[in-house]
């Protein structure tokens, strides 16, 4: 028996009701309760190092070095801000990530779950669309689709994309139950809701 409002341990199937998809390229991966694209393109970045050591009489002699280099970012990265030209990024992203989560979760189609606890849900996994995405290409032996002319060599504004997936499945949750739903537990102004895919045998009451 299941006691409201205490803490409880609860084992499995979580599912929702939603679908959820890609906006860009129209996919819907099926039988998932999260859906993330991660965004990145390759970039000027600028780093500045001074060196300081003490001189005679209390001075110090300063060396500034101002240093250019490249590297994949998910955030823009404003070269208009950098103190030497010829370094220049594009002003946007072609492609925004985000992260997408599945309403009307609930465990073995009897618990509802909050927010607080669907927002603990876990445990993503590489996912790649079975349809193509016009513009962007699979990188071999990696999770990524990159646009650009090659992915061994990347040039500036070249950008890569990756999907991850939680998929519904057993999960081992911990949270506060009531009325049917589980709900963050609340003490002492701290919230605690748990959720970790698989069996966990920690818990003093299943489903």
Do not use: C
């Amino acid at each position: 028996m299941l006691f409201r409002s205490q803490l409880v341990h609860m084992t499995g199937f979580v599912r929702t009701s939603s679908a959820l998809s890609d906006p860009d390229f129209g996919f819907t991966p099926p039988n998932i309760l999260k859906l993330r694209r991660e965004v990145e393109m390759f970039q000027w970045h600028e780093k500045i190092e001074e060196d300081r050591r003490d001189r005679a009489g209390g001075s110090q002699e300063i060396t500034r070095t101002v240093r250019y280099y490249t590297n994949w970012s998910s955030q823009l990265v404003d070269s208009g801000s950098f103190e030497e030209k010829g370094h220049h990024n594009p002003g946007r992203f072609p492609l925004e990530g985000y992260a997408q989560s599945g309403f009307h979760m609930n465990l073995e189609r009897q618990i509802v779950l909050s927010d607080g606890v669907m927002n603990a849900i876990g445990g993503y996994q590489d996912y790649r669309p079975e349809q193509r995405l016009p513009g962007y290409r699979p990188v071999s032996g990696t999770a990524y689709y990159y646009n650009g002319a090659d992915y061994d060599t990347p040039q500036g504004g070249d950008v890569r994309i990756r999907y991850s997936v939680v998929p519904e499945g057993v999960f081992s949750l911990i949270g506060r139950y009531d009325n049917q739903a589980l709900h963050s537990y609340i003490h002492k102004d701290q919230s605690l809701a748990l959720a970790t895919p698989g069996v966990v045998k920690i818990g003093r009451a299943h489903v």
